[in-house]
Structures are given as structure tokens and as C-alpha cells.
DNA sequence: ATTGCACACGTTATAGCATAACGCAATTGA
DNA sequence: TCAATTGCGTTATGCTATAACGTGTGCAAT
């Protein structure tokens, strides 16, 4: 799937969340918009629900933010099953991809004959540095 | 780390989750305590706190819910990383466990020196018997 | 061209999830 | 006895997410 051209709202929220240095709230995100005009939460969890559809953000389930995915331009569902580690000291998150695991996952599930349709892998801890 | 003795509110809370077909919110679970003296979410939160820290009962993230552990009388915390398939139709949940996968993650986590705290992975999608 | 549809948008209201802050009571151990 | 810890109850509040309504715009089919 190709990423659409964004409407107005959805680029405002994807750029708030590329410029930022950590996963952001949906609440976060709509005071940074609210300059540009954003009144309700409803604005930034419609343009959210399409930007994660696109595949050009990420929901970070166990922290309840939102992040922009890690490769510009490209479309990250193709990437197979993504996994982030969160920072819980500086909020950084480092997004990534293990087919092996991918692989793992999806063999015991067939197992169970169940159907997948979203796979949520979170490692919350401590980065290098906060760890230090 | 072995379970202490739980308190009488603990009880009632582990008890209505296992008893529960699937996993339950926070809001549910006072529903049904409330013929037992419960008025307050803060009741609820606080004995899942501690149900969650002796390892009786999982959080699921994707859904804000949480589940009597699997593993009756045995702590969870010894068994690895705990991976969930979650049925969006019918709410049940499959608990299981894959050390390749633990293997992986922890593998990654090592090369980023990052430090993990918390692991999940959770699997949404529909179950057999609710894909047929 | 007009009708019908799909879609994005704006607004208000409400539902659902979680914790802060206070105080009280029981237990334990120095 | 005194202090520290832990569980508990209550009130209030904050954060997260969606329901329901209506508006406007663009576009395709007739």
C-alpha cells in the first residue's frame, strides 16, 4: 500500500510527532496543535487512525502515545512485525524487526489456528544511557 | 519469589478473574465486586498492583485488561517472557511462552546495551473457532 | 446539472481508564 | 512505647478515547 497524499490535519499531527524526540499522547499532540487551530481530541485521533492505517505511525499500547515510524517514506507494514524498546527514564524509543521472531510467532499461532491481525511487541527498560 | 498470603480484597479480585472466561477491566471487576463492599476503582488498582507484582495476574496493554495467570500455583515471573494471543471476537485469551523468542529480544536488547524491564507481546486477531 | 455518495472536518458531550492526596486502622519490630 | 510499614476507604481529579450530530467539499454516474 502507497501512503496517499496527507490532508491538512494529518500532516500537521504526523509532523508534530517526526519532530519530536520521543512517542507523544494523542492530548500531547493536540496542545501542540492547538495554534493551528486544533480544538478536540476527536481532530487528532482522526488523523492518527489514518496515519497508523498508512503505516507511517506507530501506537505505542503500553504507554498510550504515538510515534512516527523509523523509515521515512517507506511502508512499514512490509517490514513484518515491529517491535520497539521504550525508554522509560528519556522516553527514547528504538524501533525494530526480527523475522526469526516474526517467524516464532506467527508458527505458534498457526498452531492454535489462530488469525492474527495486529502484533504488539514492547520492551520497556532502560537505554544505554539513562542506564549508565 | 513466592505469593504471600493475600489479602481479603486481593482475594476477591483474583478470584473474579479467574473465575472470568476472559480478561476484564479495571471498571469491571468493581462492577462485580461491589455486592462485597467495593465503591472505589483505587480498591481494584491497588490489589491488581499486587496480584501483578507476585505474578498471578497479567496485564494485557492492548486492551486494558487484565487475566488470572495460566499457571495455577506456580510463579509466572520464572517462565520468560509471557506472549498472549488475543481473540477480538469472543475476548478469549491464550497464554504461552517461547524461549527462541525471549532468545531474540534478549539478544537484541544486549547489542543496544539497552536494559529491559518489562517485556510484552501480544497477538490481537481471531481465534479458531471465531475465524471459522 | 443534479443527484448521490464518500470523506474529511468541527463541535459537544460522554464514556472509559487510572492515580493523587488525604486520613484511619492494624501490624510489626526496635 | 514509638516509629515504620502496609492495607484500606473516600473524594476528587486527570488522562485516554469515542459517540453522535451536523457541515462542507469533491467527484462520479445518470
Redesign the pocket.
Given at each position: 500500500m502507497t501512503t496517499?497524499q496527507l490532508?491538512?490535519?494529518?500532516s500537521l499531527v504526523f509532523d508534530v510527532l517526526e519532530k519530536a524526540e520521543g512517542p507523544l499522547?494523542?492530548?500531547?499532540i493536540l496542545d501542540k496543535l492547538r495554534d493551528h487551530?486544533?480544538?478536540?481530541?476527536?481532530?487528532?485521533?482522526?488523523?492518527l487512525?489514518?496515519l497508523l492505517e498508512y503505516g507511517v505511525v506507530h501506537?505505542l499500547?503500553s504507554?498510550?502515545?504515538?510515534v512516527a515510524c523509523a523509515h521515512p517514506g517507506d511502508d512499514c507494514h512490509s517490514h513484518g512485525i515491529v517491535a520497539f524498546a521504550i525508554c522509560e527514564s528519556c522516553g527514547q524509543v528504538m524501533e525494530f524487526h526480527d523475522h526469526e521472531v516474526d517467524h516464532r510467532l506467527m508458527e505458534w499461532v498457526r498452531g492454535q489456528k489462530f488469525k492474527p491481525e495486529k502484533t504488539t511487541i514492547e520492551i520497556r527498560g532502560l537505554c544505554e544511557a539513562c542506564a549508565a
Open positions: 496517499p490532508t491538512k490535519n494529518q499522547s494523542a492530548y500531547t487551530g486544533f480544538r478536540a481530541p476527536l481532530q487528532v485521533y482522526r488523523a487512525e489514518k501506537r499500547e504507554i498510550n502515545s504515538f
